[in-house]
């Protein structure tokens, strides 16, 4: 991979895992029973890890089975790989002197598996987001 490519996936990478954070802020604002608005308001401020404690704390105590505990280890240990990719990949992987682009092949291939994830949670949360954001509407 050159460097332009991986910059470029890495960046899409970030924007899903951005999207994947807003989804599920939006989820938590939905089920919360607070005001919408008020209640996204506040979540903005927690951190990914801290959104999806808050979220299977009240999705535990109202009983509403939005994700199982499985799908909630794979969120938190998406959390961590985002954690990755947003602030320590650039320090961490080997680069390429010559070329400016990832030195091993294990890093590339991690991204795009982190990407295939991502790409999938990012897609989910969306439509789990939208489900309750139109029975709000009916409501």
Not at 60 to 85: D, H, I, P, Q, V
Not at 98 to 114: F, I, K, S
Request: with cysteine; net charge negative.
């Amino acid at each position: 991979m050159v460097l332009k490519t991986f910059r470029i996936t890495h960046s899409t990478l970030i924007e899903h895992y951005q999207f994947i954070e807003s989804h599920l802020e939006a989820i938590y604002a939905a089920v919360s029973g607070g005001p919408f608005w008020n209640v996204l308001e506040e979540i903005e401020k927690d951190s990914l890890g801290g959104v999806i404690r808050e979220l299977e704390y009240i999705d535990t105590e109202k009983g509403l089975n939005l994700f199982t505990f499985e799908e909630y280890a794979a969120l938190r240990s998406l959390t961590t790989r985002r954690n990755y990719w947003c602030h320590f990949c650039y320090c961490d992987m080997a680069f390429n002197l010559r070329t400016g682009a990832p030195a091993e092949m294990e890093d590339v291939e991690n991204m795009l598996e982190d990407m295939k994830i991502a790409q999938t949670w990012r897609d989910r949360l969306f439509r789990t987001k939208t489900a309750l954001l139109e029975q709000l509407q009916t409501v």
